[in-house]
């Protein structure tokens, strides 16, 4: 049986005291205990951001490679081994800044990976500057007057590229976020979780705004219905609204066919093609 | 006989069509078959050539001289026509009085109109009319035909074959006492083994990755690198290669550089535009002592440069390319057949050292058909166990704990993948410690953890191998040196100038970093002879990295950089225009 302790790791923790992240860290390893998930089991995979030192304070394996890069990277991981648990824990920077084109077409290929990212709506690690989901208006270190483009809406590019799970989560909602990072991890596919990580040193907004303005989804929503899951990541906010959107587990995982066509379980598997094999495909060109 | 046809013409006009059955027809009669192609970044319109070499023995090398040139427009005689040598036969669709060359008449377009009411017949016409240019035997071309048109309907195939034989007969008329050529059967036909295969730079890349075991590859599409990638993808049930096209080269490194870490063989492949894209990735492959294989299909640059052209102009860049410090391997093929065996080395080189392995091509290797009799397949081993997909990595049972980065004498740490074992697994491009976790113990771990990855070098340097050697007698007075894919000219050229009597020798790298230790320099750098170091770039980069790395006394430059290939005859030249 797997315990929260087989999880613990030595390396000191550079979390500002407080931080969300530190609650968002302790509700995921008590998923996985959950899911009996085993530390060699699960690899997490990171770019750049305080989000992205997450993998150093959990025993598993892990990625913790560049800027924006963390989902192609667990994507070819999820299809290499395709036993192994793939996570992505990131920042809003790092993914739908930084790594925006790979978020987007992450969406399209649906790999079997969970993507968890800590949303604060501000760039922390650099001191203070917008991120792209900052509200209108708000001030932050290069936008004095206040950051004048509208915020990405990831939920609804999440929905509408048919992603398998959709979900929004409130670091600071302890119980929703265990039940979404649950479900998510069992999801087949990408599943995608968005969660409100109130920044404690450099966002204006208290902690109690965020207490005030986040607000659970009706628990009448149908997250099977697209249309419905869409019109609520539209909705004005606050309040922002958290639960699970949208699931859809009929789209083909990637990399799937060529299991079924190769028979493999994994690219580490042989037989890998012999001298007769390539001897042969060099007939062609004869 | 060394004979060189050039068919000229605009991108879709059918130079494929005809240079494909020619080749074909002409490598089965027992020729080796040599061929290049240079043409224009668009899909249709531009002029473009296929220059076809055949000859008894082989001769794979570019030439830019046409014994005969066959324009499929008016055009395209204009462009090509001071290709032709002073003795070579033009195939005209129109005469042109005011041309004192030697013409073999066949109205190809107007019988295509006339006879088979389509102007697509005039391909296969002109492909007869050159083949009876040639003294070809019927049969074979016939023979070519029908494969090129395997899959259409009967009477198409039969229509073809028939417009071939009218182009065939007419140009016969003309050629009387003119054409000296006879393309005999130097093979049955029922013996297919003894037709040597032609085949590029690409597909050979391809298949020497699948040799090597690789079973992931990302690119995102990039001229003239895209052959490799499609050629996995098109032929994935007998290579079983899992590709992917990337919605950027940024991912398509990065995915491979996911996989390896996951255990599996991978690799990616670009142009110069990707590779500068992929260049942060690259030291990350450095940092978190992934190997990953890296194809750079070399243009002329910078920025977008001449899309479809060659050139040999980002060595220095493959070189250095990265921030940070950390050891890498720059490999150059010279030919379809090394590049088969480089790509299984360069598999092998960056498993062994955990680190990134660049291999540079260009356009002319890349696109160029070369007559290859024996690939040698069984000469090409992957390290360690036969069956093992990346067989250096470790077996998780050696290990009581396990650290990633477990500080070593030779640097390299014993590797394992994620699920594999019970034994965790890291990457991280943080600097950090064994155990791969984010460090800022300066003196304790950042200065061990640097110096254990730079360690590697002193191994791999060891394994670099020296230059091949070409004429290099002891009467040498000037050595050409070159590297990668321009080797066929450049051995070409040190032959027709030792015929001429010119104590000349060459040497050629295809390990270009590190270098190779040369022992003793004299043997490969002789102080009494001119070295002269012959590229495709401006600045002579390869030379910049020779004195760098030897104390060589004085380096001459040899540059061509007009993306189109060297040629034997264009070193010749070059010899004596500077001379």
């Not at chain 1, 008590?30 to 150093?56: F, N, T, W, Y």
């Not at chain 1, 949303?119 to 989901?133: D, E």
């Not at chain 1, 809406?153 to 979900?167: E, G, K, S, T």
């Not at chain 2, 955990?354 to 009799?373: K, N, Y």
């Amino acid at each position: 049986m797997v315990e929260i302790s087989d999880f613990y790791s030595e390396t000191a923790i550079q979390w500002c005291p407080g931080c969300p992240n530190h609650v968002i860290l302790n509700t995921l390893k008590e998923a996985l205990v959950e899911l009996g998930k085993e530390p060699h089991e699960i690899c997490l995979v990171s770019g750049i951001g305080q989000a992205a030192k997450l993998p150093h304070y959990m025993k598993c394996n892990f990625f913790n490679g560049l800027h924006g890069r963390a989902l192609p990277v667990a994507t070819a991981i999820a299809v290499a081994q395709p036993n192994l648990t793939v996570i992505v824990t990131t920042g809003e920077g790092d993914c739908y800044g930084e790594g925006g084109n790979h978020f987007v077409h992450t969406l399209r290929r649906n790999p079997n990976v969970t993507l968890f990212v800590h949303n604060n709506s501000i760039y922390a690690l650099t001191k203070g500057q917008a991120s792209p989901t900052t509200p209108t208006g708000e001030k932050r270190s290069l936008n004095p007057g206040g950051v004048a483009q509208p915020p990405l809406n990831p939920l609804a590019m999440a929905i509408i590229h048919n992603a398998a799970f959709v979900a929004r989560a409130f670091a600071l909602d302890r119980e929703q976020l265990k039940t979404i990072m649950i479900e998510a991890i069992q999801c087949k596919g990408f599943s995608y979780v968005d969660i409100i990580q109130p920044c404690i040193t450099w966002d204006p907004r208290p902690l109690d705004w965020f207490r005030k303005n986040v607000k659970r989804l009706d628990s009448s929503h149908d997250p099977t219905d697209m249309k419905k899951a869409l019109d609520a990541t539209m909705l004005p906010t606050p309040p922002i609204l958290t639960g699970i959107f949208f699931k859809d587990g009929t789209r083909p995982v990637f990399g799937e066919d060529f299991f079924l066509e190769t028979g493999f379980s994994s690219l580490t598997e042989p037989p890998f093609p012999s001298t007769e094999d390539v001897m042969g495909i060099l007939e062609k060109f004869r | 006989m060394d004979v060189n046809v050039v068919i000229a013409g605009a991108a879709g006009e059918g130079i494929q069509t005809v240079g494909s059955i020619f080749s074909k027809a002409a490598a089965r009669c027992g020729f080796a078959v040599f061929s290049w192609q240079e043409y224009e970044s668009r899909i249709r319109g531009g002029l473009n050539s296929y220059s076809i070499r055949v000859s008894t023995s082989v001769r794979n090398a570019p030439r830019r001289d046409a014994d005969v040139l066959l324009p499929l427009r008016k055009e395209a005689r204009a462009k090509y026509r001071s290709w032709l040598n002073p003795r070579g036969l033009l195939i005209a669709d129109e005469r042109d009085d005011t041309d004192d060359v030697t013409e073999i008449f066949v109205p190809f377009s107007k019988l295509a109109r006339e006879k088979w009411q389509n102007p697509i017949y005039s391909n296969t016409i002109a492909v007869g009319a050159l083949w009876s240019v040639i003294g070809g035997d019927f049969e074979v071309l016939q023979l070519a035909i029908e494969d090129e048109f395997k899959g259409k309907a009967e009477n198409i195939i039969k229509s073809n074959i028939e417009a071939a034989r009218d182009g065939c007969l007419f140009a016969e008329q003309s050629c009387q006492g003119i054409c000296s050529w006879k393309l005999e059967k130097r093979i049955e036909a029922g013996q297919p083994h003894r037709v040597a295969p032609t085949i590029a730079g690409n597909p050979a890349i391809a298949l020497g990755a699948v040799k090597a075991g690789c079973r992931f590859m990302a690119a995102y599409p990039m001229t003239p690198a895209t052959g490799i990638i499609t050629f996995l993808a098109q032929h994935r049930k007998e290579c079983k290669v899992f590709t992917e096209q990337a919605e950027d080269e940024i991912a398509a490194i990065n995915m491979a550089i996911g996989a390896q870490f996951a255990g599996a063989r991978a690799m990616t492949a670009t142009s110069g535009g990707g590779f500068s894209l992929m260049v942060e990735a690259l030291s990350l492959a450095g940092m978190v002592e992934v190997p990953v294989v890296v194809v750079l299909a070399q243009r002329p640059g910078p920025a977008t440069g001449l899309p479809t052209r060659t050139a040999q102009g980002d060595l220095l860049f493959a070189v250095h390319a990265g921030h940070g410090e950390f050891p890498r391997a720059v490999l150059a093929p010279s030919d379809p057949y090394d590049a088969f065996h480089k790509m299984v080395r360069a598999f092998n080189l960056a498993d062994k050292y955990q680190m990134p392995v660049i291999v540079m091509t260009d356009q002319f290797l890349a696109d160029s058909r070369f007559s290859i009799s024996n690939f040698g397949v069984n000469l090409a081993k992957t390290a360690g166990q036969p069956h093992r997909v990346a067989p250096t990595i470790a077996s998780p049972t050696e290990f009581s704990t396990y650290k990633r980065y477990a500080l070593t004498p030779s640097g390299i740490s014993p590797r394992l993948y994620p699920g594999q074992s019970k034994h965790l697994v890291t990457a991280d491009s943080d600097e950090h410690d064994e155990e791969g976790h984010i460090t800022e113990d300066l003196e304790g771990v950042a200065v061990p953890m640097m110096e254990k990855r730079l360690r590697k070098l002193k191994a791999l340097r060891e394994e670099i191998k020296p230059p091949e050697k070409f004429f290099m007698e002891d009467d040498v007075e000037e050595v050409f040196v070159g590297w990668g894919s321009t080797r066929g000219a450049i051995f070409e050229a040190v032959e027709m100038l030792r015929k001429d009597g010119k104590r000349v020798g060459a040497l050629h790298f295809t390990e270009l970093w590190p270098l190779p230790e040369l022992c003793p320099l004299e043997d490969f750098f002789p102080q009494k002879a001119t070295i002269t170091v012959i590229e495709q770039n401006a600045t002579g980069q390869f030379a910049t990295l020779l004195k760098r790395e030897f104390p060589i006394g004085s380096i001459k430059n040899m540059l061509f950089y007009n993306g189109l290939p060297v040629t034997a005859q264009d070193i010749r030249r070059s010899f004596y225009g500077r001379n």
